[in-house]
């Protein structure tokens, strides 16, 4: 069955930097978009980053740009979020979720997610 597994997440000062992975199995990972949302506590979902099957476009929430880069390794199987000058308002739950194509806000599958506080 299609499973996704987040790692990476943590506690980082404001300003620092982590690197998210998803590792994906159950399904050929080459030929789908992944995407990154994440989930405020008591909040809705947020849309982070999309990025094609190939891994030759991806697509970033205004919040995002600039700050976080998406990628992915398809031999790996594994899909990535390095974000960087981490804000407070970064602290949320991320997951990685299997989309239909790139522009898609719609996902099937979604991983359990991992923490991410960014707190001094």
């Known amino acids: 069955q299609v499973q996704l597994v987040e790692s990476g997440g943590g506690l980082v000062q404001p300003g620092g930097s982590l690197r998210l992975s998803c590792t994906a199995s159950?399904?050929?990972?080459?030929?789908?978009?992944m995407a990154w949302v994440r989930q405020v506590s008591g909040k809705g979902l947020e849309w982070v980053s999309s990025?094609?099957?190939?891994?030759?476009?991806?697509i970033y929430a205004d919040f995002a740009k600039d700050r976080f880069t998406i990628s992915r390794d398809n031999a790996e199987n594994t899909l990535y979020l390095q974000m960087n000058s981490l804000t407070p308002e970064d602290t949320a739950e991320y997951h990685c979720?299997?989309?239909?194509?790139?522009?898609?806000?719609?996902?099937?599958?979604w991983g359990q997610g991992t923490q991410v506080t960014v707190s001094s």
């Open positions: 979720a299997r989309i239909p194509d790139m522009w898609s806000r719609v996902w099937d599958y």
């Open positions: 159950g399904f050929t990972f080459q030929y789908y978009s």
């Open positions: 990025i094609k099957h190939d891994g030759k476009s991806s």
